[in-house]
């Protein structure tokens, strides 16, 4: 199997979208190619620090058939899109706990 498309997401470039030939699509957090670094706040010490997950997986959809096609959301940042070989379109969110790790 091999990766068939990689895509960025353009407002939050820590945002990865892969898709590839084993029919699935993957979500990660790469906060290491990202231009902000991801922060944490750790409950012994209430103080903000570079969390220590900075290459994640956030979510992963399979699709019947191989995945060849992948787009972010043009008008909303956190809207992506899979299309695979089997004609299936399947519209998809970035998880709300991302979110907040991203804009907080």
Known sequence: HWVS???YNPFHDQ???????????NLW???TISSAPLLT???DDDKLSET???NVR???HEHSEAVYGASWGAADA???ACVGYDGKFV???VPSKEKYKILL
């Open 15 to 25: 945002l990865v979208l892969t898709t590839g030939t084993d029919s699935i699509s």
């Open 5 to 7: 498309q990689i895509k």
């Open 78 to 80: 956190w809207i992506y």
């Open 41 to 43: 706040m750790h409950d």
């Open 29 to 31: 957090r790469i906060s």
């Open 58 to 60: 956030v979510s992963r």
């Open 52 to 54: 220590s997950a900075a």
């Open 91 to 93: 519209l998809n969110h």
